[in-house]
C-alpha cells in the first residue's frame, strides 16, 4: 500500500502570501491519479487538483500542483481569506486502492 | 446535477454492524466511467478509504478493514451501501459516500456522523 506523507502538518501564512504544500510517496505513483482535496470546517472535501496538474471544474489559477514519482506539491500563489482550511493529497494505485495523505492545515497567521 | 446524500442509524452499539446507504440522484449512477466509494473521518482526523464499488458489482476494499466491510449496489434506485460489521469505538467517524472518474473523488456526499456506543 502507497503510503502518502504530507509537510508540514500546519502552515502559518496571511493573505496574500504563497503556500506550498509538499506530498511524499513511499513509492512512485502515476501522475494520472494524484489529486489534491480543500476540506472546510463542517464540510466535505472539495475536488482542487487532479493529474498532479490539472484544476477541477471551477478552481481559480491561483491554485497549482506539480511533481512526479513520488513528491508532488501543491501551490497556492496569492493566498485569499477563503483558501484557510486543510489539503489532503491522495493517490489511487495498482492495488486497485486510494489513500491519502494525512492533511495539511493552513491556517491565517 | 448529481448528488450524493448518505442516510443510515446515527448511533450503533459496540459489536453490532453498521449500515449506510447513499442515494445518488441526477443522473450517472450507471455511467461505466464511475467508481462508487466509501470514505471516513473520524472527528479532528484525516480522511481514510474505505472501499469502492462498480456498476457491475466488483469490490475493492482497504486492506485495513476488508475482513469486515460490505459493499453492495443497486441499480434500480440508484443506491449503494456499506456495511461494517464488530464495530468499535474506533469507527466513529463521519462517514462519506463520493464518486471517483478516474481523475479524482469529484462529488461528495454531506457526510453522515455515526457514533459507536452502548
Known amino acids: 500500500e502507497v503510503v502518502l506523507t504530507q509537510s508540514p502538518g500546519t502552515l502559518s501564512l496571511s493573505p496574500g502570501e504563497r503556500a506550498t504544500v509538499s506530498c511524499r510517496a513511499s513509492?512512485?505513483?502515476?501522475?494520472?491519479?494524484l489529486a489534491w482535496y480543500q476540506q472546510k470546517p463542517g464540510h466535505s472535501p472539495r475536488l482542487l487538483i487532479y493529474g498532479v496538474s490539472n484544476r477541477a471544474t471551477g478552481i481559480p489559477d491561483r491554485f497549482s500542483g506539480s511533481g512526479s514519482g513520488t513528491d508532488f506539491t501543491l501551490t497556492i500563489s496569492r493566498l485569499e481569506p477563503e483558501d484557510f482550511a486543510v489539503y489532503y493529497c491522495?493517490?489511487?494505485?495498482?492495488?486497485?486502492?486510494?489513500?491519502f495523505g494525512q492533511g495539511t492545515k493552513l491556517e491565517m497567521k | 446535477q448529481v448528488q450524493l446524500q448518505e442516510s443510515g442509524p446515527g448511533l450503533v452499539k459496540p459489536s453490532e454492524t453498521l449500515s449506510l446507504t447513499c442515494t445518488v440522484s441526477g443522473g450517472s449512477f450507471s455511467n461505466t466511467n464511475n467508481y462508487w466509494s466509501w470514505i471516513r473521518q473520524p472527528a479532528g482526523k484525516g480522511l481514510e478509504w474505505i472501499g469502492r464499488?462498480?456498476?457491475?458489482?466488483?469490490?475493492n476494499y482497504n486492506p485495513s478493514l476488508r475482513s469486515r466491510v460490505t459493499i453492495s449496489i443497486d441499480m434500480s434506485n440508484s443506491q449503494f451501501s456499506l456495511r461494517l460489521s464488530s464495530v468499535t469505538a474506533a469507527d466513529t467517524a463521519v462517514y462519506y459516500c463520493?464518486?471517483?472518474?478516474?481523475?479524482?473523488?469529484?462529488?461528495w456526499g454531506q457526510g453522515t456522523m455515526v457514533t459507536v456506543s452502548s
Open positions: 513509492q512512485s505513483v502515476s501522475s494520472s491519479y
Open positions: 491522495q493517490q489511487y494505485g495498482t492495488s486497485l486502492t486510494y489513500t
Open positions: 463520493a464518486r471517483y472518474r478516474g481523475t479524482g473523488f469529484d462529488i
Open positions: 464499488i462498480y456498476v457491475s458489482g466488483s469490490t
